[in-house]
């Protein structure tokens, strides 16, 4: 992959994740979803921070204990401190949904 | 900013630079060129890897020793390790080009 559009399917049985790259404390990847939604009770409570943007399609992110989902379209990003419990509860499904994620381990400066 | 499109100039002095994160060994940033190009005889030679994408606009790369220029499109990304002297030729002169690099200190598996 040389392009974070390539190879987009049409549909998409389950999300899609793909490592780009791979270094010292922090991990690149891109995510394609097509209508997926984490399953119902689920949360995902992860151990590194999480930057994602989306690049393509939209999307709408709830954290735990927020009343208002965070819906997403092309360009919008956001950081996800480490067990900052979230889940995706919708993504587009007429178009694929492209999210660039990089996982990290420290973070030296408040996010902005 | 939460938009990487968000604030776009219709023209533009100079290049942007703006720091989205700044992690433990690596840094994120938000990149807007229009129209400028790296300096006449000017290389970048970076002490840290940089994986940068291409999200709009176009762009050519220039990596020293190689003949043909490296042209990126909205998506397109390339990974330059430390001190591969590199230089911007042109930049998209109609439309904002905005870039996202990823410049990191340790790269743990080759880039893919």
């Known amino acids: 992959m040389t392009?974070?559009?390539a190879n987009?399917?049409?549909?998409l049985p389950e999300e899609v994740f793909q490592e780009i790259l791979h270094g010292d404390?922090?991990?690149?990847e891109r995510i394609i979803s097509f209508?997926?939604?984490?399953?119902?009770?689920?949360w995902y409570d992860q151990e590194q921070h999480e930057w994602v943007v989306l690049l393509s399609g939209a999307a709408s992110l709830r954290f735990?204990?927020?009343e208002d989902l965070?819906?997403?379209?092309?360009g919008d990003f956001v950081n996800i401190p480490a067990?900052?419990?979230?889940?995706?509860?919708?993504?587009d499904e007429k178009l694929p949904s492209v999210w660039l994620?990089?996982?990290?381990?420290?973070?030296e400066m408040p996010a902005r």
């Open 3 to 5: 392009n974070l559009f």
């Open 8 to 11: 987009l399917p049409q549909s």
């Open 25 to 28: 404390g922090f991990r690149l």
């Open 35 to 42: 209508g997926q939604a984490t399953p119902a009770g689920q």
């Open 64 to 66: 735990e204990g927020e």
């Open 70 to 74: 965070h819906v997403l379209h092309a």
């Open 83 to 91: 067990h900052t419990r979230h889940r995706v509860e919708w993504t």
């Open 101 to 107: 994620a990089l996982h990290y381990s420290k973070l």
